[in-house]
């Protein structure tokens, strides 16, 4: 499941993959931190053999109307989904969301917040970098993310590459901006319990993205506790151990099981990630079984 190369079954579910069983549950556009219009995602998308996809853009839902109707017209079916950035103590969070009201006021509301937040985080950034004597300027990441879209921190490594600041995409996580390093900061602080409370409150259902290795089972705990409905098993960077612990996880605690590819393009060089990392039928049957009667229509 892991891998389009590596066929797996689900044991007693007997559900062997396929190509024609791909559903990613995890991608990204250029309304956030992808590379790709929402055309040419979907587009990808289905050549790389995905027929169930869902666009999870950070802290913003600009895509979903648009992949609505270009979903329909080449043959796929769509979710609509999020990525919800939050942060508990020194951990970064993120939270996708699926199947909830994105026209709902109070919850478009909350994402404004977000992004107002992501700006002023880009700012800091930029003033660390600028300290560090390189002369970026908020106004090109600004420019690079697009006044309507959601700014991260992959636009400003995209374009500390397109200036000529960096050569990669990689050296500037690694030396500058990534955890840990002279110009990084945090998400800002938005508790995890109401990053899963806002999407549950739109109809949606919350699943903990890419847990890996930092998330403890005390805060994986914390968060079933808070409503969460499930855990993203697969995902590129989960080790087959990783895979089977969540997956264990999930199981024995009557939780929901997602998976995708994160796919982003461009100079994140994560190319081979789209049509690799999947689930299958099963899984996605188990997710809409959970979604609100009034938010089952709500998938293309």
């Known amino acids: 499941m892991r891998r389009s190369d590596k066929s797996s079954s689900e044991g007693a579910e007997g559900n062997q993959l396929g190509n024609s069983a791909k559903i990613d549950l995890h991608t990204h556009t250029s309304y956030s931190d992808g590379a790709l219009s929402t055309r040419k995602l979907l587009a990808k998308a289905y050549q790389a053999g995905i027929r169930t996809i869902s666009i999870t853009d950070h802290d913003g839902v600009g895509s979903i109307t648009e992949a609505t109707e270009i979903s329909k017209e080449i043959g796929m079916s769509f979710i609509p989904g999020i990525e919800v950035s939050s942060r508990h103590k020194r951990f970064q969070l993120h939270f996708l969301?699926?199947?909830?009201?994105?026209?709902?006021?109070?919850?478009?509301?909350?994402?404004?917040?977000?992004?107002?937040?992501?700006?002023?985080r880009a700012e800091r950034i930029v003033a660390k970098l600028n300290?560090?004597?390189?002369?970026?300027?908020?106004?090109?990441?600004?420019?690079?993310?697009?006044?309507?879209?959601?700014?991260?921190?992959?636009h400003i490594a995209n374009t500390m590459v397109e200036e000529g600041y960096a050569e990669t995409y990689d050296e500037v996580f690694h030396k500058y901006i990534g955890i840990g390093k002279p110009a990084y900061e945090a998400n800002p602080p938005f508790p995890p319990e109401q990053?899963?409370?806002?999407?549950?409150?739109?109809?949606?259902?919350?699943?903990?993205?890419?847990?890996?290795?930092?998330?403890t089972d005390a805060l994986m705990r914390s968060l079933l506790s808070s409503g969460l409905d499930g855990v993203e098993v697969i995902h590129p960077s989960h080790s087959d151990e990783q895979v089977a612990f969540f997956k264990e996880f999930a199981d024995s605690n009557s939780i929901l099981k997602s998976g995708g590819s994160d796919f982003h393009g461009g100079l994140k060089n994560d190319e081979g990630n789209l049509g690799?990392?999947?689930?299958?039928?099963?899984?996605?049957?188990?997710i809409r079984a959970k979604v609100p009667a009034e938010s089952e229509t709500k998938e293309n």
């Open 97 to 120: 969301g699926y199947y909830f009201d994105y026209t709902d006021g109070k919850f478009l509301s909350s994402l404004e917040i977000l992004r107002d937040a992501r700006i002023r």
């Open 276 to 286: 690799s990392y999947f689930i299958d039928e099963y899984w996605l049957g188990s």
């Open 195 to 215: 990053a899963i409370t806002m999407i549950k409150k739109a109809g949606g259902l919350a699943f903990l993205a890419h847990p890996s290795t930092y998330v």
């Open 131 to 154: 300290r560090l004597k390189i002369p970026l300027t908020l106004e090109s990441v600004l420019d690079r993310a697009g006044i309507r879209n959601t700014v991260g921190r992959p």
